[in-house]
């Protein structure tokens, strides 16, 4: 088959991104491969073996960058679209033309989310950001032309259901994947005395990890309530992605958690630091699924998350991590923490678990599965 697969931008960073190039790997082996797309990584071997499209929009701000996108690969597959056996829209904010669409997130999942935790003015203003009608608009039509829909998790395919009108075989949840070439268990005990050697801390210390750039919805702040409670200071937070902001750093400062927590910025070596943790914290409000949940499992280290994560459909409360009812629950999160911070055994456990289950979820497998899916679409759209 020809397959063209839309995406915003094609590279190794980014769950819809990482997605689309793992996805493509696997699809060019039997099929010709398509990339529609603004952006590329030249440096993936990947790239040699496909055929890239370029939607050259120009850039303007964030609002019409998002449009222009959607316009512009909407009307390059329109006139190309007799070059394409099927069409993949990965992410519903890419296309209008598609055959099947992967809903890596949900928009009106996540204003719910806002509507329900975010109070005040902060929330109104928050509102009138036009992006999010615009994202809303594009989400009904999507979702009223798509032959096949693709939900990441339980999550998003039950919210999808519930808010349009969508037979229920002609959506299916395929979970995310991993790559567990890249994330691995070995090393960890060498991975973590050269860490502590880095950032200066003690051998005894219990490394607690956080990858993420949107502090709020993720959690973050339920994680500084619990260290606040706790107050240990052996207990270590590394901060991956996002860098504090003055109101972040203040917070930490009145709390006396300045020297528990450390911002690593932006790193392109996350494995190293999964490898590195005890326990992966991510007590998210709002997740449709989360890659850095399964990459954790995969390099072994336990992960302590919220229920409405869907990754978490995957875990086994104890068995793999520990899961939490409540994100805004500091209790909770701070009566899990001392259950197994000091818990070596447990915690060896559990990322054992972990691995075995991860490896479920490798991208060879998560990705065949697709390729089932694809088939079938094409051989029912020949028929109708």
Known sequence: MDIAIVVRSFHNNGGISKHSVELAEFLVKKHNVHVVTNYWDESLDIVKKITMHKVNKPKKNLIMDFLLFIIYSTLYLIKNRSKFDLIVSNGCGTTLVHDILVEHSFHSGWI??????????????????????????VENINYRKAKFVVAISNVVKDQ????????????????????????????????????????????NDKILLFIGWELERKGFGTIIKALDTIKRDDIKLLVVGSDANSRIKSIIESKGLKNHVMFLGKRNNTDYYYSAADLFVFPTYYEAFGLVILESLAC????????????????????EGLLLNDPSNASELTEQLLHVVDDSQGIYRMGQNGRKLAEEYDWNKVCAQYEETLLKTWERMKVE
């Open 112 to 137: 719910n989310y806002k509507i329900k935790h975010q109070k005040g003015i902060k929330s109104k203003l928050w509102f009138l950001n036009p992006m999010h009608s615009i994202n809303l608009i």
């Open 160 to 203: 999808v259901l519930k808010k349009y009108n969508i037979k229920s075989d002609n959506i299916k949840v395929i979970y995310n994947g991993v790559n567990c070439r890249q994330f691995i268990t070995e090393n960890k005990t060498y991975n973590r005395h050269k860490l502590i050697r880095e950032l200066g801390l003690n051998d």
């Open 300 to 319: 072994g280290t336990p992960v302590i998350t919220s229920k409405i994560a869907g990754a978490a459909e995957l875990i086994t409360h104890q068995k």
